[in-house]
């Protein structure tokens, strides 16, 4: 009897649903201010504005604004307007521990506003070295395995973010197969981010496999660190399809703190996306009544052959 009643009953449960109706406001669009600073290069942002969620346009660029850059709370510039909403500075580039506010405003928009302090320190590189691994790949060439070992002093009196990135200088060869043996046909000079891991088991399962590392000094603060990649580049016995001395790059990035929240924001909301169960994932912003990111960083250029 049991049985019956659970098998009468089990039609009834799947065929009960209730649909419910959510109404989301459509509030009005905002200014969305996207920029990093850094005293390598003029100031530029861009100004786009926000949209309902429900909507699946492209995200629109707001045009004719007036964008203004404080120094430490003086007015420094009023940028210039170019195309598909950038604004930009044809002088002036930030510097090192000074603090910059970006104030926008347009026609049928609340003014919005993002400040950032420039990290006044590169980072300290105490030593750098390479040590490489050759296996054969079963195709006719090899791969070498190149682990860079960057060691690196943290400043215990202020809380770091740090940003590597590792950019690859090549030239890519086009040969004729039909021919025995294959012709050169053309070369292109490459210069382009690379992919790498991080030899290191705290970047195991996050932040690693990709062209940028993000990290802060959590775990070594006013303690001396080694970060060690590790790279591949992929080589015929006869130098193709790459060139057999590739120049690498390392770009070394004291960061602000905004600039480590916004990216590991959007690279966790990128992750659990696609996943129904996982918690939303709310990107990080500093500008006020708008969105976006107002970000800095210095960086320190490390050539390695």
Aim: glycine share 6%; charged share 15%.
């Amino acid at each position: 009897m049991k049985k019956l009643f659970i098998l009468i009953l089990l039609p009834v449960l799947i065929g009960c649903e209730t649909v419910v109706e959510i109404d989301v406001p459509r509030n009005r669009p905002s200014l969305v201010i996207n920029s990093t600073l850094n005293p390598d290069s003029l100031i530029h942002i861009n100004l786009s504005e926000s949209r309902y969620i429900l909507d699946n346009y492209d995200f629109r660029y707001v045009e004719n604004a007036s964008v203004s850059v404080y120094e430490d709370g003086v007015l420094l510039d009023t940028l210039s307007h170019g195309a598909e909403g950038n604004y930009f500075s044809s002088s002036i580039k930030p510097k090192r521990n000074k603090d910059y506010q970006i104030l926008a405003s347009a026609s049928g928009f609340v003014d919005a506003s993002a400040e950032v302090l420039i990290p006044k320190d590169s980072i300290t590189v105490l030593s750098v070295s390479i040590d490489s691994v050759v296996q054969n790949n079963g195709f006719g060439g090899y791969i070498t395995y190149q682990r860079i070992n960057v060691e690196m002093q943290d400043n215990a009196s202020i809380n770091n973010f740090y940003s590597v990135s590792l950019l690859g200088e090549y030239y890519y060869y086009q040969y004729n197969y039909d021919t025995n043996p294959p012709t050169l046909v053309d070369s292109t000079f490459v210069s382009t981010l690379e992919y790498f891991n991080v030899d290191d088991p705290y970047f195991e399962d996050y932040n690693s496999g990709g062209t940028e590392l993000i990290f802060n000094d959590e775990l070594f603060n006013g303690k001396t660190y080694t970060l060690r990649i590790l790279n591949s580049y992929y080589e015929g016995d006869d130098g193709f399809p790459y060139s057999s001395n590739p120049t690498y790059t390392l770009l070394l990035r004291n960061t602000s703190e905004s600039y480590y929240l916004y990216k590991n924001t959007v690279s966790l909301q990128s992750w659990t996306s696609d996943n129904p169960f996982a918690q939303p994932v709310q990107v990080y912003t500093n500008v006020t009544n708008g969105y976006g990111i107002l970000s800095a960083y210095n960086t320190t250029f490390y050539k390695v052959n």
